[in-house]
């Protein structure tokens, strides 16, 4: 844990950071992209895997609204926690746009229904494994799947949340999961460690 | 443990597990394009600080701006941003780690060497 007299620096800094480029000093702007960008950046690659191409652009995004509301910053969170806040919408806004486009399961089919067997999980898999068979196994999931694995587990966003936002009904998002849940498994099982 | 409560907690895991990957460093070309973009929405409200004034908050200028400094001039003719022309930002938005080595020039400290 920083001690408080680090935590006061890092506010007075923060503040002194945003009052420069608030005065549109170019360099100033520099050293805000500079000292930050790693942060959204990782924040938001984590959040679109396995889509991380789309990292870029919504990493541009963050940074852009960022300026737009800046002058509302008071120094109340530090400015990567602010950043990150920022950075949280614009995902949310992602995952919203693209699970709009996709078709969704039909409410009659119940396949998605079907009893799938439990993949033995007990073995031990050490961290970076787990990790790197995650991602593989995303990857190679159909994108809407991914998306709404991602925004209900990564996001912890409640299956009504994101009906809301994407203006489908609770059920088929449950649905959606169900079936992405499904393949995720299969997948899985199928991946080896 | 019921196979739905079994599930959950299944998936939470592994998501979480995504979540806690290792940090990484953002592409030098990433960082250029964001500083071009906020510099481009800082001048759509109206110039940007001179490069007098820069100087003068104790910031070093890169050769091309010194030049733009030191001429005769008014201030306003001083704040577009100069970069806009400069071979090092197309470079730096496009070319990973370009080979740009300019003292003071923002696209070489977005540089991951």
């Known amino acids: 844990m920083q001690p408080v007299a680090e935590l006061q620096q890092d506010a007075a800094e923060d503040l002194k950071l945003v009052a420069d480029v608030l005065r549109k000093d170019r360099k100033a702007t520099a050293e805000f992209v500079l000292r930050y960008t790693d942060w959204v950046y990782g924040y938001v690659r984590r959040r679109v895997m396995p889509r991380t191409d789309v990292a870029d652009d919504l990493t541009q995004e963050v940074f852009v609204a960022s300026w737009q509301s800046l002058k509302n910053y008071r120094g109340n969170a530090s400015l990567r926690n602010w950043l990150l806040g920022i950075a949280r919408h614009k995902v949310d806004d992602y995952y919203r746009k693209r699970l709009r486009t996709f078709d969704w399961p039909d409410a009659e089919d119940e396949s998605v229904a079907e009893p799938c067997a439990i993949p033995a999980y007990e073995e031990q898999i050490d961290r970076a494994s787990l990790q790197k068979k995650t991602k593989r196994v995303l990857a190679g999931l159909p994108e809407a799947y991914g998306l709404v694995l991602l925004w209900r587990y990564q996001e912890g966003r409640s299956a009504r949340e994101m009906a809301e936002l994407t203006g489908k009904t609770e059920k088929a998002i449950e649905r959606m999961l169900a079936r992405a849940r499904e393949r995720f498994k299969r997948r899985w099982n199928h991946a080896g460690a | ?113």
């Open chain 2, 1 to 113: 443990m019921p196979e739905h409560d079994w599930d959950e907690e299944l998936f939470r895991a592994v998501c979480d597990s995504a979540e806690t990957a290792s940090e990484e460093r953002a592409p030098s070309r990433v960082k250029a394009r964001v500083y071009s973009a906020i510099i481009r929405e800082q001048q759509e409200s109206g110039p940007l600080q001179s490069l007098s004034e820069t100087r003068a908050s104790g910031h070093g200028l890169c050769v091309f701006e010194s030049l733009v400094q030191i001429a005769p001039v008014g201030e306003k003719a001083k704040s577009p941003f100069f970069c806009w022309t400069c071979h090092a930002r197309l470079l730096a938005e496009n070319v990973e780690d370009a080979p740009i080595f300019w003292i003071n020039c923002p696209y070489v400290t977005f540089q991951n060497r």
